[in-house]
């Protein structure tokens, strides 16, 4: 059974930072592209990052500079560092495996991936 499971979340003051984790288990994904979603009440899943196999990362605008992607193959885990955290940041946070294997374009769209963690909370106090 493929599980990818979040951790890391929590309350933080706005300036502060949290890195979540994405572990993977049930197979392996290093050579997927892995993703971060971010989901607020009544609104669609939006793209935060993504890492390709062969580690190229790409970022949604509004967390370009602050937001760092990272993944660690040999622990079949994916990372998001967050800083310089903004109350608009407050969300619930999801990895996510993509479909295709050795694919290095960027996904962007929740339907291009095929496994999803159960999500991690980040709220960020003014």
């Known amino acids: 059974q493929v599980q990818l499971v979040e951790s890391g979340g929590g309350l933080v003051q706005a300036g502060g930072s949290l890195r979540l984790s994405c572990a993977a288990s049930g197979r392996t994904f290093s050579s997927n592209a892995m993703g971060w979603f971010l989901q607020t009440p009544g609104k669609e899943r939006e793209f935060v990052a993504v890492i390709t196999w062969n580690y190229s990362t790409y970022y949604a605008d509004s967390v370009k500079g602050r937001f760092t992607i990272s993944r660690e193959n040999a622990k079949n885990a994916v990372y998001l560092q967050m800083n310089s955290l903004k109350p608009e940041d407050t969300a619930v946070y999801y990895c996510?495996?993509?479909?295709?294997?050795?694919?290095?374009?960027?996904?962007?769209?929740?339907?291009?991936?095929?496994?999803w963690g159960q999500g991690a909370q980040v709220t960020v106090s003014s």
């Open positions: 996510a495996a993509g479909r295709r294997i050795y694919y290095s374009g960027y996904y962007v769209g929740p339907a291009e991936y095929d496994y």
